[in-house]
Nanobody
Framework: VQLVESGGGLVQPGGSLRLSCAAS????????MGWYRQAPGQLRELVAT???????NYLASAKERFAISKDNAPNLVSLQMNSLKPEDTAVYYC???????????????WGQGTLVTVSS
């Protein structure tokens, strides 16, 4: 299973980006999807998650600026990021907890990450 993120790049403070995540397989059951980020020298942190029943959860500093949503195929999940700040600079990772087949245990899948740089 491969997850591929897209949409990262360089943006000025106050700008917007939309990250998307696509999978190389179809899942029979997705339990949750999320976006995490890791800044240089920092631990990876949760940015936003969305559950099977569409309940979402956000990092406090992102709650009023970012929006996670389930996406249309071939993408699974997107993260709309508005009012970006320099401190949002990080590599953003897509995460999916899902089953690829009935009877198989849930897998925890990660993308390779996409770099978001917020700078003037």
């Amino acid at each position: 299973v491969q997850l591929v993120e897209s949409g990262g790049g360089l943006v000025q403070p106050g700008g917007s980006l939309r990250l998307s995540c696509a999978a190389s397989v179809s899942f029979v059951r997705i339990n949750s999807m999320g976006w995490y980020r890791q800044a240089p020298g920092q631990l990876r942190e949760l940015v936003a998650t969305i559950s099977r029943d569409s309940n979402s959860n956000y990092l406090a500093s992102a709650k009023e600026r970012f929006a996670i949503s389930k996406d249309n195929a071939p993408n699974l999940v997107s993260l709309q990021m508005n009012s970006l700040k320099p401190e949002d600079t990080a590599v953003y990772y897509c995460n999916v907890k899902a089953r690829t087949r009935w009877g198989r245990a849930e897998g925890d899948y990660w993308g390779q990450g996409t770099l978001v740089t917020v700078s003037s």
